[in-house]
């Protein structure tokens, strides 16, 4: 990711308040190095001025300093080491503490880093970026703990030991990609100050039919040249490209800009600068719009967003255009809430409009962290961070999808063969199925041979009969809602939901679907009356609804409702109350659209004593399996409260089958 980032990095440091008051002669080389943005020349000239000062205060400084290097040519482990250093001895600047606990978030040991964000927050508590760390530690924790369903693999065919980066399709079969490199084969020989590596340049490699990349050659003239070229972007049909160019002389930046070429059969015609800026500016990693009339790009052009510090951040800016032939409009800043104070980079735009970029500002694992930005129907852009496995702790970045799935490429500097490679991604096909057993209500025995249909909102049914265990299984499509029914005769039909909308992980749902026979009563659970009252009270409301749809679910039946009450009272009361009870119930139910003819209201008083079932004998032990509820037993409990359980199960409402022969009018 060094294009680009060195250059623009060096004009925020140039500025920095000086933290060294009296240089020494030793040390002088040293800053001049890092102030001219060749940070990785400067550790080692630091690192012996560190070795030979013996002024603490000096020391101190150019212990930051060198953790700065580090920091700024991407290696958080040395980074943290050295930061680490200086934040012990309380080193005046607070932002060695911000350092510090971006470059442990970065070597993901986000616990150490969550307590140096806490720090900085005291220390500075107007900086957003203390309170965002603290946040991004939480999260990435959660997204390592529950990763997409994306699978990444490093291309290793690809990289090479130096650094190999934004990958971009060449061709519209996918069989092509063009990428940036700094590997040892780029046509520049000088050393880059910044990076340790060569000038980059931008290679290709091809698919052969065995799935197999050839080995990397680069593009040559005109595209690349002494100067340092990368982050390329192809027009739709792949007969246009947009690249950038950094013109890099010794200790000084020249700026970066975008640059224009199109196929002359097998090469690129001569480069041309799409005119964005000026050749002092940094204007860089293009992105061009499938309809060829918005261009994409990165730059701390002045309207960017400034930092805490008072700098400008590398924004993303848009330029557009009437026609392909027209020249480009003036640069307008995508703003809020896509750009932050932090860097936004290496834009890429997909077929259907998707805006992929790379940011350190927003709410992230590590270093960079790619986000994907789509309007919504008010045109305002919402943000989403691609979490784990795509993001980690490290800088990821420059992403590139094919057109029609969920398959490409992307940059990482995560553990590879060298600083930053390039990880291919793929998100399989989603699949979904379901598991389920139907069981007796009443005795959970399994169910055999009983029929299942499985009823999804796209309009498909299938049907299925349980095996000797009473096990059924279907295959499930994504984003659709089901209806599993299953019915057995001499049962009432059963039946259970699920969803698959919304789900971005495969899943195989487990269930369970309880019929109920017909030649016994069927209890509803926790209907409840007021004291001495036949008025139902709302907490059972919920019970009724499903006998409501149960009866829906079973047009052809005809239902007793049954009310029961303890011994407590005399006879005729306990009839007399259970049979408005019951009524309540049969009222409830035609209010609900069930038809009157369908339904019988029957009180038995105290007269049928409930028979204890499993289920009652697994919540209370104490009530022996079969055992009737009659006053003479319920009195023999020891205590007030079994006979109280006692009293609460004989109050109870059942239906019953009568009939299943109903016609409805």
């Known amino acids: 990711m060094k294009i680009i980032k060195i250059l623009i990095v060096t004009a925020f440091i140039i500025n920095l308040p000086a933290f060294v008051s009296g240089q020494n002669r030793r040390s002088i080389k040293a800053y001049q190095t890092f102030d001219a943005g060749e940070y990785y020349a400067a550790i080692d000239e630091f690192k012996r001025a560190y070795q030979q000062i013996t002024d603490k205060k000096e020391k101190l400084h150019i212990a930051f300093y060198i953790a ?73 924790i959660k997204w390592i703990e529950n990763p997409t369903g994306y699978q990444v693999e490093e291309m290793k065919f690809i990289n090479s030991k130096n650094n190999d980066y934004s990958p971009a399709y060449s061709r519209a079969d996918y069989q092509e990609l063009y990428f940036t490199s700094s590997r040892e084969e780029t046509t520049g020989n000088q050393e880059h100050g910044g990076t340790g590596q060569s000038f980059s340049d931008i290679f290709f490699s091809v698919m052969d039919k065995k799935g197999k990349w050839s080995t990397p050659l680069p593009l040559g003239e005109p595209v690349n040249t002494e100067a340092e070229e990368g982050a390329p972007s192809l027009s739709a049909d792949f007969n246009a490209m947009y690249f950038t160019r950094c013109n890099v002389s010794k200790r000084k930046a020249m700026g970066c800009e975008i640059y224009k070429v199109e196929r002359d059969g097998e090469n690129w015609s001569k480069e041309e600068s799409a005119g ?85 500002g927003h709410i992230g694992m590590g270093g960079l962290d790619i986000f994907k930005a789509k309007k919504n129907e008010s045109g305002l852009w919402e943000i989403e961070n691609l979490k784990y496995p795509i993001n980690s702790a490290a800088d990821d970045f420059g992403i590139v999808f094919e057109n029609d799935r969920e398959s490409g490429y992307f940059s990482s500097n995560r553990k590879g063969k060298g600083n930053d490679d390039i990880y291919s991604f793929i998100l399989p096909p989603l699949k979904f199925s379901i598991t389920g057993t139907v069981k007796n209500e009443k005795t959970d025995e399994v169910i055999p041979d009983a029929t299942v249909k499985s009823i999804g909102s796209d309009g498909i049914t299938v049907e299925t009969k349980t095996s000797k265990e009473g096990i059924f299984r279907f295959t499930l499509k994504p984003g659709t809602d089901y209806v599993f029914i299953a019915e057995k005769k001499g049962f009432l039909k059963g039946k259970e939901r699920e969803s698959t909308k919304g789900l971005s992980q495969s899943t195989e749902f487990r269930t369970q679907i309880y019929l109920s026979a017909v030649d016994i009563p069927i209890e509803l659970e926790n209907i409840f009356f007021d004291l001495d009252k036949a008025d139902l009270r709302p907490e059972s409301m919920v019970s009724l609804d499903k006998l409501v749809e149960t009866l829906n679910d079973n047009p052809n039946i005809v239902i007793e409702l049954g009310s029961h009450t303890d011994y407590r009272a005399n006879d005729a009361y306990n009839l007399d109350l259970s049979n408005r009870r019951a009524q309540s119930v049969v009222n409830y139910l035609i209010e609900k659209g069930i038809a009157r003819d369908r339904l019988v209201a029957k009180g038995y008083g105290e007269s049928m004593p409930k028979v204890v079932d499993k289920k009652d004998n697994e919540a209370y032990p104490f009530l022996p399996l079969g055992k009737a509820l009659t006053e003479e037993f319920i009195k023999s409990l020891p205590d007030e409260d079994q006979q109280e359980v006692a009293n609460f199960l004989n109050r109870r409402t059942e239906f019953k089958v009568l009939r299943e022969d109903y016609n409805p009018r």
């Open 68 to 140: 700065e290097c580090y920091r700024l040519t991407s290696n958080p482990g040395q980074a943290a080491l050295w930061y680490g250093k200086v934040v012990a001895k309380d080193y005046e600047n607070p932002l060695s503490v911000l350092y510090y606990a971006d470059a442990l978030k970065m070597n993901q040991n986000y616990e150490a880093a969550r307590v140096q964000f806490m720090k900085y927050k005291e220390l500075v508590p107007d900086d957003p970026r203390g309170a965002d760390g603290i946040i991004s530690c939480d999260q990435a």
């Open 276 to 360: 964005i800026g000026t050749d002092s500016m940094v204007v860089a990693h293009p992105a061009i719009s499938k309809d060829d009339l918005t261009l994409y790009f990165v730059s701390d052009m002045e309207g960017s967003t400034k930092t805490p510090e008072g700098k400008n951040s590398k924004d993303i800016w848009m330029v557009t255009r009437t026609d392909s032939k027209s020249k480009w409009g003036e640069p307008v800043n995508l703003g809020k809430p896509i750009n932050t104070a932090g860097d936004e980079l290496f834009p890429f735009v997909h077929a259907d409009g998707t805006l992929y970029f790379a940011s350190n």
